[in-house]
């Protein structure tokens, strides 16, 4: 009685096994497969098979009993099924699936079979396919004749189409959607969540950040943050990152352009780059905004950052109105920034004009290279950041930015009005610095 | 060539349509491959043996393609003509195998996949044999010309955005002639391109290629203990799967259309942790040690590569593959990492003793 029962079960689970079967068998090629794209294979042959009436028509994995599950006989439903819709690329699709299978399957009696046998074949066909190379064996067999399946279609319908659970778990998607997204322009959210801690001590402790009207920044949607720059060692890009991901109430993510002297100056350029710098550029930038991302740009540049203790909360050139032509191109809006506080953070006192390392310029402060690297520890001073509200450039078209005199015009503006916040915020301090440095 | 693309778009789209069939449309189509016994060339062979509307395989080179990828040596439909593209009369036996055959489409793949320290050679071979194979096809007037090109062409340069376009010029490093010469075909391929409009021209510029099988610069770099790299930097890197690279070609002559497309895997890696899913150690070595040493193995012919490739340990050379997917109809079915995972699965059996080389 009970070794019964236990035989009901071993065949129910037999039954129920194609999957397991599959995931578990070697690779027949010398070419190494990775399992879930072995599963998530099978799935995306037998969606280019009959990927349209696969939703209604396909049967329960476990009633395979039934003639209407096995597979040609889906196939021949499919044939009828394409006649009555009057595809007849559909229709001769589905034929030629049962001509191939008559001609290589002979003994392909139920779908666990079949997609075992389909997937030999398909690997031993002269390579593994994994499911998106079958996006490309679809566009192969639409070259061929076959026309009727679009690729992307494939790809859609047949996600989950054989299970969703499996796909998700196992899948070759489900390993892309948990695997650790590095993104494209390098920045890797596992890499900050390990400095979150230190970051935010910085931000909070260290600098004690304030930030005044941080909701200017639209909620959504691409935007131009522009803010000063300042400090031998630029840490504004990162306190202003800190001040979005901790203070924005909605958005998580700000993308800063970086000169080149910090992107390519070993250890720095990739620490920063991590975190979400991303070198300065008129193409990246672009590829930044067209993704509706945020994104902070300093435009005076290196002048910015070389800039006397002396002359502090001057503002320099800001570049040539690159961002300008930016917004204007992409349709963004801009959102004036003032930071103050970074400018005393390393107070450069001289400029020692030797190149090396990739630095233009080797910093001369009170402390550096007096105490040596230790030196170029940031100063505890209180930073304020202010965002002003977007300067709408609605009115503008995206031709005005060939426009040098309009693009004069605006980048002289935002300037000014940058120029005017600085200046509110270091009047607002009730402290001044000491101006032993000559300033 | 871009010209030519406007132009197309200018007669509208079923002037573009027409023209697609005037190849297509005639369905039995006879390829040439140049440098046929290569990792592409040998694949392709089999892959075309399998296409029914292919009636002839032209494979040229100076040894027969045999061994990986053609298990059985060549099929049926292929001939094999023993060219050197290297010999000052190739032009005129070229012409005469494409004149004998009625070869309508060239894949052009005679290129060397690793540095040389034969350079007069590999000038001869890649400049001048892109040279002469133009100028055969210009001769005898085929229909469709593919050429192999490399995004590494882009050069690793400081001033590069994190996606070069296919508009961005080829740089390559200044002095390292193995990439000089690749531009050179390039640059001698547009104008071919500009000079004969009655011929479409396809230019894949294929990303770094990864895989089980494939023997290139990045394997060899990859299968050592310990890798080195530039101390303080940590590009990203982006690679393609060799099976990509062969669909590329074989669905550019599927699909012939005209202009030069980026062939890459979907998303980038940083070079610390490619190294770390081979399971490798790093050996990060400050970038003028590193040069100098590797100037010196390589003159050593030690090294796999001279020394201005450490460059690219260091600077981006990443290009977008936006154009290839939209305009060519191709997505590579690897992404960066699944390419390197796929590599580092033969690397693994091979270190096992349960794969050959």
Request: some cysteine; hydrophobic content about 40%.
């Given at each position: 009685?009970?070794?019964?029962?236990?035989?009901?079960?071993?065949?129910?689970?037999?039954?129920?096994?194609?999957?397991?079967?599959?995931?578990?068998?070697p690779a027949?090629?010398a070419?190494a497969?990775?399992?879930?794209?072995?599963?998530?294979?099978?799935?995306?042959?037998?969606?280019?098979?009959?990927?349209?009436?696969?939703?209604?028509?396909?049967?329960?994995?476990?009633?395979?009993?039934?003639?209407?599950?096995?597979?040609?006989?889906?196939?021949?439903?499919?044939?009828?099924?394409?006649?009555?819709?009057?595809?007849?690329?559909?229709?001769?699709?589905?034929?030629?699936?049962?001509?191939?299978?008559?001609?290589?399957?002979?003994?392909?009696?139920?779908?666990?079979?079949?997609?075992?046998?389909?997937?030999?074949?398909?690997?031993?066909?002269?390579?593994?396919?994994?499911?998106?190379?079958?996006?490309?064996?679809?566009?192969?067999?639409?070259?061929?004749?076959?026309?009727?399946?679009?690729?992307?279609?494939?790809?859609?319908?047949?996600?989950?189409?054989?299970?969703?659970?499996?796909?998700?778990?196992?899948?070759?998607?489900?390993?892309?959607?948990?695997?650790?997204?590095?993104?494209?322009?390098?920045?890797?959210?596992?890499?900050?969540?390990?400095?979150?801690?230190?970051?935010?001590?910085?931000?909070?402790?260290?600098?004690?950040?304030?930030?005044?009207?941080?909701?200017?920044?639209?909620?959504?949607?691409?935007?131009?943050?522009?803010?000063?720059?300042?400090?031998?060692?630029?840490?504004?890009?990162?306190?202003?990152?800190?001040?979005?991901?901790?203070?924005?109430?909605?958005?998580?993510?700000?993308?800063?352009?970086?000169?080149?002297?910090?992107?390519?100056?070993?250890?720095?350029?990739?620490?920063?780059?991590?975190?979400?710098?991303?070198?300065?550029?008129?193409?990246?930038?672009?590829?930044?905004?067209?993704?509706?991302?945020?994104?902070?740009?300093?435009?005076?540049?290196?002048?910015?950052?070389?800039?006397?203790?002396?002359?502090?909360?001057?503002?320099?050139?800001?570049?040539?109105?690159?961002?300008?032509?930016?917004?204007?191109?992409?349709?963004?809006?801009?959102?004036?920034?003032?930071?103050?506080?970074?400018?005393?953070?390393?107070?450069?006192?001289?400029?020692?004009?030797?190149?090396?390392?990739?630095?233009?310029?080797?910093?001369?402060?009170?402390?550096?290279?007096?105490?040596?690297?230790?030196?170029?520890?940031?100063?505890?001073?209180?930073?304020?950041?202010?965002?002003?509200?977007?300067?709408?450039?609605?009115?503008?078209?995206?031709?005005?930015?060939?426009?040098?005199?309009?693009?004069?015009?605006?980048?002289?503006?935002?300037?000014?009005?940058?120029?005017?916040?600085?200046?509110?915020?270091?009047?607002?301090?009730?402290?001044?610095?000491?101006?032993?440095?000559?300033? | 060539?871009?010209?030519?693309?406007?132009?197309?778009?200018?007669?509208?789209?079923?002037?573009?349509?027409?023209?697609?069939?005037?190849?297509?449309?005639?369905?039995?189509?006879?390829?040439?491959?140049?440098?046929?016994?290569?990792?592409?060339?040998?694949?392709?062979?089999?892959?075309?043996?399998?296409?029914?509307?292919?009636?002839?395989?032209?494979?040229?080179?100076?040894?027969?393609?045999?061994?990986?990828?053609?298990?059985?040596?060549?099929?049926?439909?292929?001939?094999?003509?023993?060219?050197?593209?290297?010999?000052?009369?190739?032009?005129?036996?070229?012409?005469?195998?494409?004149?004998?055959?009625?070869?309508?489409?060239?894949?052009?793949?005679?290129?060397?996949?690793?540095?040389?320290?034969?350079?007069?050679?590999?000038?001869?071979?890649?400049?001048?044999?892109?040279?002469?194979?133009?100028?055969?096809?210009?001769?005898?007037?085929?229909?469709?010309?593919?050429?192999?090109?490399?995004?590494?062409?882009?050069?690793?340069?400081?001033?590069?955005?994190?996606?070069?376009?296919?508009?961005?010029?080829?740089?390559?490093?200044?002095?390292?002639?193995?990439?000089?010469?690749?531009?050179?075909?390039?640059?001698?391929?547009?104008?071919?391109?500009?000079?004969?409009?009655?011929?479409?021209?396809?230019?894949?510029?294929?990303?770094?290629?990864?895989?089980?099988?494939?023997?290139?610069?990045?394997?060899?770099?990859?299968?050592?203990?310990?890798?080195?790299?530039?101390?303080?930097?940590?590009?990203?890197?982006?690679?393609?799967?060799?099976?990509?690279?062969?669909?590329?070609?074989?669905?550019?002559?599927?699909?012939?259309?005209?202009?030069?497309?980026?062939?890459?895997?979907?998303?980038?890696?940083?070079?610390?942790?490619?190294?770390?899913?081979?399971?490798?150690?790093?050996?990060?070595?400050?970038?003028?040690?590193?040069?100098?040493?590797?100037?010196?193995?390589?003159?050593?012919?030690?090294?796999?590569?001279?020394?201005?490739?450490?460059?690219?340990?260091?600077?981006?050379?990443?290009?977008?593959?936006?154009?290839?997917?939209?305009?060519?109809?191709?997505?590579?079915?690897?992404?960066?990492?699944?390419?390197?995972?796929?590599?580092?699965g033969a690397l693994r059996m091979r270190e096992a003793r349960l794969l050959g080389?």
């Open positions: 009685m009970s070794d019964e029962r236990i035989d009901n079960k071993v065949c129910v689970q037999r039954n129920k096994r194609p999957a397991a079967r599959r995931s578990t068998s027949p090629s070419c497969v990775d399992e879930p794209s072995c599963l998530s294979s099978d799935a995306q042959l037998s969606g280019i098979f009959g990927p349209e009436p696969s939703q209604e028509a396909r049967p329960k994995s476990d009633d395979v009993s039934e003639p209407q599950g096995t597979f040609e006989a889906r196939l021949h439903a499919l044939v009828k099924e394409a006649e009555g819709v009057g595809d007849p690329a559909l229709r001769a699709l589905a034929i030629e699936s049962l001509n191939r299978i008559a001609r290589t399957l002979p003994d392909a009696v139920d779908e666990g079979q079949l997609s075992q046998a389909t997937h030999e074949r398909a690997i031993g066909a002269g390579g593994i396919l994994p499911p998106r190379a079958l996006v490309t064996q679809a566009a192969h067999e639409r070259a061929l004749g076959r026309e009727s399946v679009e690729e992307r279609e494939v790809n859609d319908a047949t996600i989950g189409s054989f299970s969703k659970f499996f796909e998700h778990r196992w899948g070759r998607d489900g390993v892309r959607e948990r695997s650790e997204p590095i993104d494209e322009f390098g920045y890797s959210p596992d890499f900050e969540a390990r400095l979150l801690g230190v970051l935010k001590q910085m931000y909070r402790r260290w600098f004690r950040v304030s930030v005044q009207g941080i909701g200017e920044i639209p909620s959504q949607g691409r935007a131009i943050l522009v803010a000063n720059h300042g400090g031998a060692v630029p840490w504004d890009g990162l306190m202003l990152k800190m001040a979005v991901k901790l203070d924005h109430p909605s958005r998580h993510e700000l993308r800063w352009l970086a000169e080149d002297f910090i992107f390519h100056t070993p250890f720095v350029g990739t620490f920063v780059n991590r975190l979400g710098a991303v070198r300065a550029c008129q193409e990246n930038a672009e590829r930044l905004l067209h993704q509706d991302r945020l994104v902070a740009v300093f435009p005076e540049g290196i002048q910015g950052v070389g800039r006397l203790y002396s002359e502090r909360y001057r503002l320099r050139r800001f570049g040539r109105g690159g961002y300008i032509k930016l917004a204007l191109r992409s349709g963004s809006p801009i959102v004036p920034v003032a930071i103050v506080g970074a400018e005393e953070v390393n107070p450069l006192v001289f400029k020692l004009e030797v190149r090396g390392l990739g630095l233009p310029f080797w910093p001369i402060t009170p402390t550096f290279p007096l105490f040596g690297p230790i030196g170029l520890m940031p100063a505890p001073v209180k930073w304020r950041i202010l965002v002003g509200s977007p300067i709408d450039l609605s009115r503008y078209r995206s031709e005005h930015a060939e426009d040098a005199h309009v693009v004069h015009q605006l980048n002289d503006l935002v300037r000014a009005q940058i120029q005017t916040m600085v200046d509110k915020l270091v009047d607002e301090r009730a402290y001044r610095f000491p101006s032993m440095f000559g300033g | 060539m871009s010209s030519k693309r406007d132009a197309i778009e200018t007669f509208g789209p079923e002037a573009e349509s027409h023209r697609r069939e005037k190849i297509v449309g005639r369905r039995a189509r006879v390829v040439a491959l140049t440098g046929a016994d290569s990792l592409i060339g040998r694949n392709l062979i089999a892959l075309l043996e399998e296409d029914h509307f292919v009636e002839r395989v032209v494979a040229l080179d100076i040894s027969l393609p045999e061994g990986a990828g053609l298990p059985k040596g060549l099929g049926s439909k292929s001939r094999f003509y023993k060219v050197d593209l290297t010999r000052p009369g190739v032009g005129a036996r070229l012409v005469e195998i494409f004149q004998t055959e009625s070869v309508e489409t060239v894949v052009h793949l005679a290129f060397l996949s690793n540095p040389v320290h034969a350079l007069a050679w590999s000038h001869e071979l890649e400049s001048a044999g892109t040279m002469h194979v133009l100028n055969a096809c210009g001769d005898h007037g085929i229909a469709h010309f593919i050429l192999a090109s490399q995004t590494m062409l882009y050069g690793p340069l400081p001033q590069n955005p994190n996606f070069l376009t296919e508009e961005h010029p080829l740089r390559g490093i200044r002095g390292s002639s193995c990439l000089t010469d690749k531009i050179q075909a390039e640059h001698e391929t547009s104008r071919f391109s500009e000079a004969y409009p009655q011929t479409l021209v396809t230019v894949l510029r294929l990303a770094p290629i990864i895989g089980p099988t494939v023997s290139n610069l990045v394997t060899k770099w990859l299968s050592r203990r310990l890798v080195p790299t530039v101390l303080g930097f940590d590009p990203l890197i982006q690679l393609l799967h060799e099976m990509d690279a062969i669909a590329a070609f074989k669905h550019a002559l599927d699909h012939p259309t005209e202009g030069v497309f980026n062939v890459v895997g979907e998303g980038v890696l940083p070079l610390s942790k490619v190294i770390k899913l081979a399971g490798r150690f790093m050996l990060p070595v400050p970038e003028s040690v590193l040069h100098t040493a590797t100037r010196l193995l390589w003159s050593l012919r030690v090294a796999d590569a001279p020394a201005e490739f450490v460059r690219y340990l260091r600077y981006l050379c990443v290009a977008d593959g936006q154009r290839c997917m939209e305009e060519l109809g191709l997505v590579p079915a690897f992404s960066t990492r699944e390419a390197v995972l796929d590599f580092v080389r």
